[in-house]
């Protein structure tokens, strides 16, 4: 790599005031900070995404109440208690007795739960499994951009020459309390950089310093002198939308008590404040949970119950400050976190790394409801079960790009390296029509297996509305072993054979995905 090459495809660092109430602001580099007013994105949505570090636990979360003995079987030193939890009876669910705030937005149609979010062969490091998600690859592929990153690019190519600019004076992106460098990583530069002390204000950046030299030095020194200056100008804005913004909501949790809460606040006065940012990205710590994760013999409380409530009232509070503000309309907001965790607890009041865990989307245009069907919980589980993917993340990313940035089908396969379905999680706000055809109530899929438990094969008979299929068979670790494209199928009643090509004795799954649907079946394999 040529020595400008290498210099280009590092973070540059500055240093910023921590402006947002006492918190550290990071915004991102040259090839990334692009004002919007060019944009071909077709509006000025902004996206909110909260990073549950460490993998969370989904079966403590979205609580499958038609398998409460089986859970009891799992993890009955961890179980909540059925009566503290917060029930949306006719999907058979109940959150977290610290997501009381999410239930009022559930009834309020602003809640989107989408079950056992997940990607085919689940890898269980944390490092690992955080760039999958973040450069939105395939497990076994390795991706030096992310899926964030490819979107601003393909919206937003030429940068950094001549930004920021009278039409676009903004950062495209801002991060609050976490750094994820390759969700926004381009194909070609490094384009994160971080602002978090008063130096940045004492930076000369006047362009009539003397001229740099015509050598590669000199090449150099004029790409930092036209960063330090991009990172002066944004750090300038982002104060000045600060100090223009205001927050209308006064039920926020104290200063200092949580601080998601306090970043999104933060995040509400940008927004108010005029600040053409469109992706936000914040962080909430500590759902590594092996040890502790609830008080034995009080599972409601603990160290998930406490990130349960960060995470209840901040969102909360942002969205109730966002109505009262007027933004509401323009700002979604989603939950990830890099994996969920065992389907059995440890000895410890823990639970281990696992495989699929929900998501939610909030916010006024969410199709509000449950997407997929509870997980099936093993009777006799063991150490090694995991919940296999109802839905792969990157639909989950198909589906925001498509149908809140109104990106086209041919630009969000290339942002996401591959075609992935569509999912009927948002209002149709960019009148493409995906789902007019679609009612969820008609049972439009329909999956029967049989005989099981298995023996030499399994018959797997569908019926199905018609349109891209496909076929996945899933061992005890929610990795798929078997993977049949049954391409595009006409409405009708179908039947397909899955044999059993030596499996070990446990707990397997079939899934079938067909257009925007898919369920999942258990299967049991026996000596």
């Excluded at 549950?52 to 799992?74: E, H, M, Y």
């Excluded at 607890?345 to 989307?361: C, E, I, K, M, R």
């Excluded at 391409?487 to 899934?511: L, Q, S």
């Amino acid at each position: 790599m040529k020595r400008r090459k290498f210099l280009q495809s590092v973070a540059p660092v500055a240093i910023m005031p921590s402006l947002i109430d006492k918190l550290s602001v990071k915004a991102f580099s040259p090839d990334f900070l692009r004002g919007m007013d060019n944009s071909e994105i077709p509006n000025d949505h902004v996206l909110v995404l909260i990073y549950l570090n460490g993998g969370n636990d989904g079966l403590n979360t979205v609580v499958p109440l038609d398998q409460l003995s089986n859970l009891a079987n799992a993890r009955g030193n961890i179980m909540l208690p059925e009566g503290q939890l917060h029930k949306i009876i006719d999907k058979q669910i109940g959150l977290h007795p610290s997501l009381g705030s999410f239930k009022t937005l559930y009834d309020e149609n602003k809640l989107q739960i989408i079950q056992s979010v997940g990607y085919p062969q689940p890898n269980f490091s944390h490092f690992r499994s955080t760039d999958i998600w973040a450069s939105a690859s395939d497990a076994d592929e390795y991706v030096n951009s992310g899926w964030m990153g490819r979107f601003l690019e393909a919206n937003f190519p030429g940068y950094p020459n001549g930004y920021p600019n009278t039409d676009n004076p903004d950062p495209l992106a801002i991060q609050l309390g976490v750094n994820m460098p390759l969700l926004f990583q381009g194909d070609a530069a490094q384009m994160a950089f971080n602002v978090s002390s008063p130096d940045i204000f004492n930076v000369d950046v006047d362009p009539s310093t003397d001229p740099a030299p015509n050598s590669p030095a000199g090449e150099e020194l004029t790409y930092i002198r036209t960063i330090t200056g991009q990172i002066n100008d944004y750090a300038e804005r982002i104060v000045s939308a600060y100090v223009l913004g205001s927050n209308a909501y006064t039920g926020y949790p104290a200063e200092g008590t949580n601080y998601l809460a306090d970043g999104l606040k933060a995040i509400a006065r940008l927004i108010k404040g005029g600040l053409k940012t469109r992706i936000y990205t914040i962080g909430l710590y500590g759902f590594d949970t092996h040890a502790e994760q609830v008080v034995a013999g009080n599972t409601a409380t603990g160290n998930h119950a406490n990130l349960m409530k960060l995470l209840n009232d901040g969102v909360y509070s942002f969205q109730r400050d966002l109505e009262q503000l007027g933004e509401a309309d323009r700002v979604l907001g989603m939950t990830f976190s890099e994996f969920g965790r065992r389907v059995i607890s440890n000895g410890s009041v823990g639970t281990d790394h696992g495989a699929a865990a929900p998501l939610f989307l909030f916010g006024n245009k969410v199709e509000s409801g449950v997407l997929g069907s509870n997980p099936d919980i093993p009777s006799t589980p063991d150490v090694d079960d995991n919940l296999p993917m109802q839905y792969d993340f990157r639909s989950v990313y198909a589906s925001v790009l498509s149908q809140w940035f109104c990106m086209n089908e041919v630009t969000t396969d290339d942002i996401l390296l591959q075609h992935f379905q569509n999912l009927p999680v948002i209002q149709d706000t960019c009148s493409t029509g995906l789902f007019d055809a679609l009612d969820p109530a008609a049972g439009l899929l329909d999956v029967v297996v049989y005989p099981n438990p298995m023996v030499d094969r399994v018959q797997v008979k569908v019926k199905t509305p018609g349109g891209m299929s496909r076929l996945e068979f899933y061992d005890p670790l929610g990795r798929v072993v078997q993977s049949r494209s049954l391409g595009k199928v006409a409405k009708g009643v179908y039947t397909y054979d899955i044999y059993n090509e030596g499996y070990a004795p446990g707990t397997y799954y079939v899934r079938v995905q067909c257009g925007a649907w898919q369920q999942v079946k258990m299967i049991q394999i026996v000596r």
